[in-house]
């Protein structure tokens, strides 16, 4: 379906818990958040029939993601459900990978397309300062049974952070030298608790241009996409830049998403919502409601703009 600025919406990003068994400093609060009662959450049929609602007008692509969408109880069906969906032609996570090893051949079995890992550094002790407490080790692990069940292509998210992680650019570029993995920095971007420590700690994704100028840009093969996708001259995997705040991508913005208690967001970086949990199970079609969604979405953000207003949610409720 068209939003009214003729963008094809075609992409559903979903949220199946705000809970999260890591504490990245630029997202959870190091005591966790309340886990909410049980019926303030949706329900793994709930999100079912908002997706084969979805589907009926145009979703084609769906990504689960949290807090963390490996502690859900249930995720497994939830996947199963939601690649059985007519119309439904890609099915994605993006996790911590913490949980991966034990969850990625029943992921692969029930319908999973790919995979997104989150990692944003590749030094033990690091790793374990931004998270509060990961192992790195479990990630490494996840990644690589990932890769055995054929969850492919793995792709790495890695948020740059000034003074934390902007030494190991290298290091993680150079991983796509020999294997054919992407590697994608994501600009830190100012939202909930956070949003002072991440605009302290922003640094634009321009550094790793120019700690990398041999980068050679490649042609957009997925218009959809909000990377722009790189290649070291004898590369095998991609480097992508995904720049929501240096030069943002509204343009060609496809997606809406929906947080862990049934809002939908028709843009991350507004504070409009849609109740949807709460019109289920009412006289009235979820597809309108998905269609209304789309229609309220805005031409482009405004956050370098003096209206802006800073968002409430925090990144673990909506998802990325
Ligand atoms: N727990 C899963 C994970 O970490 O991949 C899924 C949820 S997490 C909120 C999704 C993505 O959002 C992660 O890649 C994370 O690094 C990113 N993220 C969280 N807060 C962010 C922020 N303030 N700016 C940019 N990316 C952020
Ligand atoms: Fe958890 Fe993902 Fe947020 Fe880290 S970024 S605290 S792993 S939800």
């Not at 722009?228 to 004898?234: D, G, N, Q, T, V």
């Not at 009235?284 to 003096?306: N, Q, R, T, V």
């Amino acid at each position: 379906m068209l939003d009214d600025v003729g963008r094809k919406i075609n992409y559903l990003r979903i949220s199946v818990t705000d809970l999260c068994n890591l504490r990245c400093r630029y997202c959870m609060p190091e005591e966790g958040i309340l886990k909410k009662k049980h019926e303030d959450i949706l329900r793994i049929e709930e999100i079912e029939e908002i997706v084969a609602e979805g589907a009926k007008i145009g979703i084609e692509k769906v990504r689960i993601t949290g807090g963390e969408p490996l502690i859900r109880k249930g995720i497994i069906e939830l996947v199963r459900k939601i690649s059985n969906i007519d119309g439904i032609k890609d099915l994605a996570i993006t996790t911590n990978g913490t949980l991966l090893k034990q969850y990625a051949k029943d992921l692969k079995d029930s319908g999973l397309s790919r995979v997104n890992i989150s990692i944003d550094s590749l030094n033990k002790e690091k790793y374990k300062k931004i998270t509060r407490g990961g192992k790195i080790e479990e990630v490494l692990a996840g990644i690589e049974e990932a890769r055995r069940v054929g969850l492919a292509p793995i792709k790495l998210n890695t948020v740059l952070i000034g003074g934390f992680n902007d030494d190991e650019i290298e290091d993680f570029v150079n991983l796509t030298n020999n294997e054919n993995i992407d590697v994608r920095f994501i600009e830190l971007m100012p939202l909930g608790q956070a949003s002072r420590w991440a605009k302290e700690h922003f640094i634009s994704n321009i550094k790793v241009l120019e700690n990398f100028p041999d980068l050679v840009p490649l042609c957009k093969e997925d218009k959809e996409s909000p990377a722009k996708y790189y290649k070291l001259p004898m590369g095998k995997g991609r480097v992508g830049l995904i720049n929501p705040i240096s030069s943002h991508f509204c343009s060609s913005c496809n997606r809406i998403r929906i947080t862990a208690d049934g809002r939908i967001k028709p843009c991350l970086h507004s504070n409009y919502e849609i109740n949807i949990k709460s019109l289920i199970g009412q006289n009235i079609k979820l597809s309108d409601i998905l269609k209304l969604a789309i229609k309220s979405k805005p031409k482009e953000h405004i956050i370098k703009k003096d209206e802006y207003e800073p968002i409430i949610r925090n990144m673990y409720q909506i998802g990325g």
